[in-house]
C-alpha cells in the first residue's frame, strides 16, 4: 500500500472519529430533551395529534352546503382518488349555511390532518375546531366558492406556505406520546 493510500485512510479515519463525537456532544447537550411532555401542559388543556399524516392515513367526511346536486359524491370520488378514507358523504348535516370555499371541522386528534386538508382548499378552508370533539375524523363541509381541490403540485406550494407544520389550536399541547 502507497504511503498516499495510507495517509488518505488515517484522515477519513480521523474524520470518522471527530464526526461521531460531535454528534455525541450534540445528542448529550440536547437542550430539548425532556420538552413537551404531558406534565407541562397546563391543566384544562387538551392533548393534540399534530402529526403530518398521508392522506391514506386521514379520514374524512365529505358533506355539501351548497345546491348543487351530487356535489359530495363528485368531492368524495376526487377524496379517494387521493387516497383519503372517506367514512360518510351528503347534504351538510347541521343544516348551517357557510360561506368562501370550505370549511372543516375537527377537533384535538385531527390538527396533523387539518394541516393537510386546508392544502388541498389552498388555504382558504375556514377552520372550525372543536375541543370536545373526541374523533380524529375530519368533516369537510363544501361551500358555495368551491371549483376544485388543487393538484399536488399546489398542495405541496400550499403546504409550504404554512410554513413550519400545524399550528396548536388554543388551550392544547403537542402530545409527546405521537410525534
Known sequence: MSFARVRALVIVGVL?????????I???RDTQAGKGTAEDCPEGYKLADI??????????????AT?????????KTDFQNRQFQVLKF???PNNKG???????RYGPKAVGSYHVLKAYF??????EYDANR???VVDVVIGPDFKQLATVTEVSQALAQNGGGPQLPPNTCADPNLR
Open 16 to 24: 470518522a472519529v471527530v464526526a461521531v463525537v460531535f454528534v455525541a
Open 26 to 28: 450534540t445528542l448529550v
Open 51 to 64: 402529526r403530518v399524516r398521508h392522506p391514506k392515513d386521514i379520514k374524512i367526511n365529505v358533506y355539501n
Open 67 to 75: 345546491d348543487i346536486q351530487g356535489l359530495a359524491s363528485s368531492v
Open 90 to 92: 351528503g347534504n351538510e
Open 98 to 104: 357557510i360561506d368562501g370555499v370550505a370549511v372543516l
Open 122 to 127: 389552498l388555504n382558504e378552508a375556514k377552520p
Open 134 to 136: 373526541d374523533t380524529d
